[in-house]
């Protein structure tokens, strides 16, 4: 884990390097300053001795400059280091999840991701400081301290000894007891981040149905988990700061009692004394940053594990070594086609159908029957179990996935628009589109009627997630998004189910009279958006049972006839009733 992580300091080494070098250069400093103090009071007052006090005056003013200095250059290159090293993280993450096929996605929860991106990575650039200046600090301070403290009187050391030693105890059980309830927390971040997410992003749902106060609870509770877990780690990490004040005050007591007996012995002067009670203090300090070095490290490599968890994630669906750079025409063929979604029961099994390139083809089902994981497996952003998917009579797995995407276009089911203009959203499509060019796309996807009575028609912005256009004219957006793609293949997957159906039957009649050498696959629920259709694919749990005309397959399948007669029948009420003015 470890050196997955330090492989992204990346080009920020150098200042990684002269953090801890400044550090050291300011603890040599800083340590070497009472001791210059000692020989001030000794050398200096003691004996009356003015140009002492100035020359080792001097000497501590100096050092103290050169302390600050090397502090300054430290922290400046630490935070240089620790910034660098958490854009590497977040800038190596995210671009990892973008070569992410649907099924490496599928792990991991959208709440989750944020949650690693944002909280572990803060976490992470907390240790890496941390890493780089205290716990560099605090060792050769408290190494130092040490040691000068035995340099200026053996005896009297051992009080730091023994108070090291009580202190040392009570932070281990404190740590000890610390990192299992921070494991738990990232948990709970999670479940946190996700209540809120799908609240904000689902508000007008949320409303519609009056459930604020279901979501108030939801998120309570996921508040309340997290809370509790830092509430008890906060209790712990509360017993260092008494722990801490009692050996301190113990430990000037003992100098107190036992140095004034060595100064009347002779065995120790009075700067010597001074010295000593700095560094008592400096060495208690240095325990404690210790100990939150411990925590810090505890959260870290818990949020470290998620992190790396990203990184290593492996694109399940990734380029040939010696990718075919070009889709000759828009056929399409599944052989002996098995695919599963992770589970043991395959979403389709055994299918073998064969279209040829420019022909309009219906799939029509129940759901969850396996019409999506069609669409999916063409346009390769799932790989198959078994058999295979050819596009132009080549395999697509054989082919540059960014190629093979471009020219199998497909509209997902669940319609997305980005923050931005309606251009620029059209653009997603082909970023060096012309106006007009959106403009065509726009008028076969009959969007430019709603964006002609906009205000400000193509920079009219939309909202996040396209919350301020209808569902059909969103999906409207996403159609002649796809279609400036100019593709081959042309795959809706039930895209236009949010439209009436008089915009359904315009978009339809543009395509066959705008795109006939496109070859088009609609997926659907209405028989009205596939009967005209060259042929279409009847599904049932994962398997084709029918793959006809719409003619044809009234005559000779079954689901299809029951599908046809439950719809056209319930239409047909409804529209005697509207002839016959029924109420």
């Not at 001097?58 to 090397?70: D, E, N, P, Q, R």
């Not at 809120?196 to 508040?223: C, G, L, M, P, T």
């Not at 700095?278 to 070095?293: A, E, F, H």
């Not at 593709?487 to 949010?498: E, F, G, H, R, V």
Request: hydrophobic residues 45%; glycine residues 8%; aromatic residues 8%.
């Amino acid at each position: 884990m470890i050196k997955t992580l330090l492989r992204h300091v990346g080009r920020f080494k150098t200042a990684s390097i002269l953090t801890p070098v400044f550090t050291t250069l300011e603890v040599v400093m800083g340590v070497l300053i009472p001791y210059v103090t000692a020989w001030i009071i000794d050398r200096g007052i003691m004996q009356g001795n003015m140009n002492n006090v100035y020359l080792y005056g001097g000497i501590m003013i100096v050092m103290a400059a050169l302390s600050m200095t090397f502090g300054i250059l430290s922290g400046k290159f630490s935070a240089l280091a620790s910034s660098g090293f958490a854009y590497n993280l977040r800038d190596a993450m995210f671009k990892n999840i973008q070569t992410f096929s649907f099924s490496n996605i599928d792990k991991f929860s959208t709440a989750g991701l944020i949650t690693r991106m944002t909280t572990d990575v803060s976490h992470l650039q907390s240790a890496f400081q941390m890493v780089l200046r205290i716990s560099v600090r605090a060792p050769l301070n408290l190494v130092f301290s040490i040691f000068m403290c035995v340099f200026i009187n053996m005896k009297m050391s051992l009080i730091f000894i023994i108070a090291m030693a009580i202190l040392g105890t009570s932070l281990y059980f404190i740590i000890s007891k610390t990192v299992k309830l921070f494991t738990q927390v990232f948990t709970k971040y999670d479940d946190m981040n996700k209540s809120v997410q799908e609240n904000i992003s689902a508000i007008r749902v949320v409303k519609a149905f009056v459930r604020e106060d279901y979501e108030n609870k939801k998120f309570a509770s996921a508040a309340k988990g997290l809370y509790k877990l830092f509430v008890g780690t906060e209790k712990l990490m509360a017993i260092n700061h008494p722990v801490m004040s009692t050996v301190v005050y113990g430990c000037i007591i003992a100098l107190s009692w036992f140095g004034a007996h060595f100064i009347v012995a002779g065995d120790l002067s009075t700067g010597q004394l001074t010295s000593l009670f700095t560094y008592v203090m400096t060495i208690l300090n240095s325990l404690m940053m210790l100990s939150m070095i411990f925590v810090q490290m505890t959260m870290s490599a818990a949020s470290g594990k998620r992190i790396v968890e990203v990184l290593d994630e492996k694109a399940d669906v990734t380029n040939p070594e010696h990718p075919v750079m070009s889709v000759s025409d828009g056929s399409i063929k599944f052989k002996n086609v098995s695919f599963s979604y992770g589970s043991s029961e395959y979403a389709i099994k055994d299918i073998n159908l064969s279209i040829k390139s420019g022909e309009t083809i219906g799939v029509i089902g129940g759901t969850g029957c396996g019409k999506s994981t069609l669409g999916n497996l063409i346009c390769r952003l799932y790989d198959v179990n078994k058999g295979s998917v050819e596009v132009g009579g080549i395999d697509v797995r054989q082919y540059d996935m960014e190629r093979l995407r471009n020219e199998v276009s497909m509209v997902l089911q669940n319609n997305v628009l980005f923050s931005g203009t309606i251009l620029d959203n059209l653009r997603w499509g082909k970023s060096n589109a012309t106006l007009e060019e959106c403009r065509e796309a726009c008028r076969l996807a009959v969007a430019d009627e709603f964006i002609d009575r906009m205000i400000d028609g193509y920079d009219t912005i939309i909202e996040q997630n396209g919350n301020n256009v209808s569902g059909g004219q969103k999906q409207r957006l996403c159609i002649a998004r796809a279609l400036l793609k100019r593709p081959k293949i042309l795959i809706l997957d039930d895209s236009t189910s949010a439209c009436d159906t008089a915009t359904d039957a315009k978009i339809r009649k543009a395509f066959k009279e705008a795109i006939p050498d496109t070859t088009k696959i609609i997926i659907a629920q209405r028989i009205q958006s596939v009967a005209d259709a060259d042929r279409i694919i009847v599904m049932q749990s994962g398997r084709v049972v029918g793959f006809d005309t719409h003619e044809e397959l009234l005559k000779h399948c079954d689901l299809y006839s029951e599908i046809y007669r439950t719809q056209t029948e319930l239409s047909g009420d409804f529209d005697e009733k509207q002839k016959g003015g029924a109420a």
